[in-house]
């Protein structure tokens, strides 16, 4: 099947700074991708759309100043946790699919806000 | 408010057991997709269901959707080990092929004792 990866797996980072993840799909385009935030021993829960070329599409709630989406090619999107805080801390997972099918997920990135 | 209902959140079951695992939504399920988890890790894709009626079998694990498209259910037969994970369900309620945008169930941890 498809191949998304992310990375990096697992990272931790002091209150106030920031953080990039990135997610690729490795042999297929995506133009669209999804990011879903997981705490533990809950559910995925969608933060936002990402759109190859365009700005992202964020579910209520997310704050969009907080958690930059760039979707700057058909195979990367990244996820920047600006300025940091523990309450951000969770694991990250993104999503991509190659048309009309299911949706393939990345590794997951364990963020961890010290 | 949740709209994927999944029952049971947490299963033990002894090695060589069946189970099932259910998910239900209010609404129509336009694609009901079960992913397996290791808690901190990827989701894995296991089936994709759209049809009413449809039944899917891989191995020893089957998934039905019903024909009101609105409940789904997982049976693995003869459970082992390598069974145990986090089940979730994942539905498109908006429109076909989301391909992604995806609501998730509360997940089943299932345990599989030996």
């Known amino acids: 099947g498809a191949v998304v990866s992310q990375h990096p797996s697992r990272v931790i980072c002091k209150s106030g700074t920031s953080v990039k993840i990135e997610c690729r799909s490795l042999d297929f385009q995506a133009t669209t991708m999804f990011w879903y935030r997981q705490f533990p021993k809950q559910s995925l829960m969608l933060m936002a759309t990402?759109?190859?070329?365009?700005?992202?599409?964020?579910e209520q709630g997310v704050e969009k100043d907080k958690f930059l989406i760039n979707h700057a090619s058909l195979t990367l999107s990244t996820l920047t946790v600006t300025s940091a805080h523990p309450e951000d801390s969770s694991f990250y997972i993104c999503?991509?699919?190659?048309?009309?099918?299911?949706?393939?997920f990345g590794q997951g990135t364990r963020l961890t806000v010290v | 408010s949740q709209e994927l209902e999944q029952s049971p959140q947490s299963l033990i079951v002894q090695e060589g057991k069946n189970l099932t695992i259910n998910c239900t939504s209010s609404?129509?399920?336009?694609?009901l997709y079960w992913y397996k988890q290791k808690y901190g890790e990827g989701l894995i894709f296991l089936m994709m269901l759209q049809k009413g009626g449809e039944e899917k079998s891989h191995e020893k694990i089957t998934a039905k959707l019903d024909e009101k498209k609105q409940q789904s259910s997982l049976h693995i037969t003869a459970s082992q080990p390598s069974h145990a994970g986090i089940y979730l369900c994942?539905?498109?309620?908006?429109?076909?092929?989301?391909?992604?945008?995806?609501?998730f169930g509360q997940g089943t941890e299932l345990s599989v004792k030996p």
């Open positions: 609404k129509t399920l336009y694609g």
């Open positions: 994942g539905a498109d309620i908006i429109d076909y092929n989301q391909g992604g945008k995806l609501i």
């Open positions: 999503s991509a699919t190659p048309g009309n099918t299911e949706a393939f």
């Open positions: 990402s759109n190859e070329g365009s700005k992202a599409t964020y």
